[in-house]
């Protein structure tokens, strides 16, 4: 735990974020709250409608505002300064060149109609005072970084006329451009197929020590997790159930959710052969008919009568914390 | 290797012009609407001056093509040319007058004005003499008569050499309409008119529509709102009555007689279609990830609508400016026809609406000519449109 001696560079407290619905006002994130510290890889994992991407938008400020809110007593500090309530303006100037982000689809991440050597661009145009030689000079010199082929020539070309993987490439040397100080990276591999998403993870790491860059990835792939994370945070239908290490998350996970998703890894051996792959009973609860108490009781093994009478709350202990009234691992 | 070829080579050799090429009716339909344009545009340069089409240059409904006139034309027409003539001859300034003296591009022959009253003179005997008889062209006599009356009546006039003359050739080829007046070269000049509708009123209409649907398809709430409900209020008012209130309200003014009212007439309900087309494509194209990413890199949202946004609209841009511009130059005749649309100027509306009469006579040639100018231009564009849509369509094999 080297990174926790400096001053984290991102502090997200209480983070709650609620949509407008037809059927009432839903908190999709509940009160989340995280550390990040430079040079980190933070790892946002969860079923889909957990709520990675809202806490992820929701630092961006990117939600539609006349749709979503965030609950008074949420902070997400950066710099100084808390991005909750800061202007569109200031907002603007911190996204894409203090806070980048790159998203899961490549093929329809990119504008089909400019040539990419446009679009990276103008990222430069708007946050940084090179000139035109200069800014071309910037987006061939990323398009090399992200070990792009033959950089000079890809800059003319449009995206039609690259690859998943090469497009992938091309929007992380946008999102890198601006040397950010945090990459926000939502399911980066998960439409590419298996080498390509190697490739991509080794490469994100790669730069993250070249340019000191701190990352949250967002995935619901574990082994995604395990190659690049330093650390892992566990949601679960808006909350925060587990976080951890992420030797200690695969060694001894605490919550039986975080348990339950390891176990529905498909591992190889002759162990293993023939075997069922355990998978967790039953769907993430809906936000809007949540049950009382706990919010993992459906599915979880090991329900008893207190998960029903009360939700666990977030309990902190020796750098792991998880949110469960019967933690694995401990007495039981 | 790469080879260094500009955007322009690269589109040209591409994959849809290469279909295009090989396209022999979308080559037609392109070089048929080339020389609509360039029949525009040289009107436009002033080749057609008002004299040429307001003016008269011969009698009333001569039937257009040489030779097709029987007898009794052939003698009003050198009539009306020796009557021109003494006219101007016999003014209070008849230098001056006969220096002036134009019919449809002729000039009269040099000389005094003594000369000239006598050639008329001599004219007048010719004449005469031809119109003694009855029956003009059953009488064997009346041929060398007539050989003579042609010779005297073109003495008054100097004859045009070169391209005047080819011009002066062409002039009454069509025939002529009610007033004696050029019925092609008005046709020719309806076709500068035509354009001119077409091309303004569908890129208002266009980028009019474009604008307040990708406003309305990305902002969303209250744009959203106010744009469909301008856009329904104003696709239940039928566009020929929006227009006589707007010839009403214009009535007087210093637009009257203008094209103005007919703007924006046809901009006021032509808009419609490309905003709605616009919003519903800005509406699936916002949701798409290279808004979101463009804004997570801190880009405002007028600059993504604006940038990113509405240049993916392009195509339904070009595709509803080839369908309004058929749909305005169609609509301009039927306006004009009403005598609502064009006035002061010659347009295809116009003329079919003078022919009204003349066609229950049975001289079809003005309606004729109109309805074929108009029909060749919509069937070249229509043509096009299709061939454009084969060759670009990505989706086609």
Redesign the interface.
Known sequence: MSATATEPILQVRNLSTCFKTDLGVVTAVDDVSFDLHAGETLGIVGESGCGKTVTSKSI?R?LPS?LSFQKPESQVLFGGQNLCTASEEE???????KI??????PM???????KIGWQLD??LR??TDLDRAGRRARAVEMLRLVEMPEPE?RVDEYPHQLSGGMRQRV?IA??LCCEPDILIADEPTTALDVTIQAQILDLMNGLKEKLDTAIVLITHDLGVVAQVCDRVMVMYAGRVIESAGVHEVFHSPRHPYTQALLESIPKSGAREHGKRLPTIPGIVPSLTELPHGCRFQDRCAYKEERCVESEPALETSGGRSHRCHFPLGGER | MSEEIGPLQKFLRGRGMRKLRRDRMALAALSVIGLYLLIALSVMAGVLDNADVFDRVGPDNVAGFWGTQDGERRLDHHQLRIERVERAAKTTDPTKSLAEFRLGGLRASAGTPEEVLGRVEEAWRALDAVAAYDELDVSPEVGPLFEELDAKVAALYEEPAGFAGFVQSLRMSLGTDRQGRSILFRALYSTKVAVQIGVVASLISVLLGTLLGAAAGYFGGWVDHAVVWLYSTFSSIPWIVLLMVLAAMFRGGALDGTLIPVYAAFCMSFWISPCRVVRGEVMKLKELEYVQAASAIGFGRVRILLKHVVPNTAHLMFINFSLLFIGAIKAEVILSFLGLGVKNEPSWGVMINQAKAEVLNGFFWQIGTATALMVVLVLAFNILSDALQDAFDPKHV
């Open positions: 961006m990117l006349h907002m603007r100037r911190v996204r894409g060149d980048a982000m790159i998203f899961q689809e329809t991440s990119l504008n089909p109609v400019f103008e990222a708007y946050h020539r929007m946008m999102a």
